[in-house]
């Protein structure tokens, strides 16, 4: 399984960005994917989450702004980000879960990740 996260960029605070993680598979369907994130000097946080009959998941941080959707048929997640602010910089990660945990904030339990998109909030 593999895992192309793209969308990334500079954004002014208020702004939007939508995020994109294609994903080889044929189970593609069937994954908890996941998204999380690593501010400079942080440890990498989970930001949200959708399971395979997409029921969604978000941190506090970011419930409200922050929506996920997946499209199967294109083996694709989505974030998109709105209202963003300075304390949204960081690099984004999309992670898959294949083996079906039942927690889905815990990075421990995605087995698959992306290389990351940088996201830079300007103030």
């Known amino acids: 399984v593999q895992l192309q996260a793209s969308g990334g960029g500079l954004v002014q605070a208020g702004g939007s960005l939508r995020l994109s993680c294609v994903v080889s598979?044929?189970?593609?369907?069937?994954?908890?994917m996941g998204w999380f994130r690593q501010a400079p000097g942080k440890e990498r946080e989970f930001v949200s989450a959708i399971r395979w009959g997409s029921s969604t998941y978000y941190a506090d941080s970011v419930k409200g702004r922050f929506t996920i959707s997946r499209d199967n048929a294109k083996n694709t997640v989505y974030l998109q980000m709105n209202r963003l602010t300075p304390e949204d910089t960081a690099v984004y990660y999309c992670a898959a879960d294949t083996t079906y945990h039942t927690v889905v904030v815990t990075e421990e339990n995605y087995n698959y990740w992306g290389q990351g998109t940088l996201v830079t909030v300007s103030s």
């Open positions: 598979g044929r189970a593609f369907s069937r994954y908890t």
